[in-house]
């Protein structure tokens, strides 16, 4: 008899070591890694009519194109729910996948293991600044106007409280003085 196939959710605010965490279990457990923020990426691209070209990796949202597509996200709310209905289907399909996504430990209405990694924000900015080659100064600009618009859309589409609502989490872990290696060690 094999064990049922669940999805892992990591969640936490930018810069907390989601997309981290979720790519070593992924690779240990042979799990699907998937990206929120892939979904967000993809549909910024297709939006804003960019080359199919246009880099989608890490340091998209501070861009220039990254911050239109997020301020985009601000007026129409209709972005996240797309967004969040390839993501429910995507896992629909493939229920063995580890995701980074923001939302999916509220949304996803199945069985999942929910893990939200708890950081300070200076150490946010820091792990940032670092990963980014950005100053740290840019960073928080940057990051607090995305948790601003984020918190805002959050509340207004599905009336969550990112980052103050822990209720659907199986295990909430401060990561504050932890290595990646360490984190994945305990989790």
């Known amino acids: 008899m094999s064990a049922e196939k669940i999805p892992i959710f990591i969640c936490g605010f930018i810069g907390s070591g989601k997309s981290t965490l979720a790519k070593h279990l992924a690779k240990k457990y042979r799990m699907r890694y998937i990206s929120g923020s892939y979904f967000h990426k993809q549909l910024a691209v297709e939006r804003l009519h960019l080359e199919k070209s246009t880099s989608i990796a890490h340091g998209f949202w501070e861009t220039k194109i990254g911050q239109k597509a997020n301020a985009q996200r601000h007026k129409d709310s209709n972005i996240d729910r797309e967004v969040d209905r390839r993501l429910l289907h995507y896992l629909r399909e493939h229920p063995n996948t580890v995701s980074d ?63 103050e609502d822990f209720s659907p989490f199986d295990l909430v872990l401060n990561t504050e003085k932890m290595t990646p290696q360490e984190t994945f060690a305990l989790v």
């Open 101 to 163: 996504s923001r939302l999916m430990p509220w949304l996803y209405p199945g069985k999942a293991l929910r893990i939200w990694l708890k950081v300070s924000e200076k150490e946010r900015v820091r792990r940032v600044a670092a990963r980014d080659v950005l100053s740290q100064t840019r960073v928080r600009r940057v990051i607090m106007r995305r948790y601003n618009t984020e918190w805002r859309l959050y509340r207004r589409i599905y009336n969550i409280r990112f980052g």
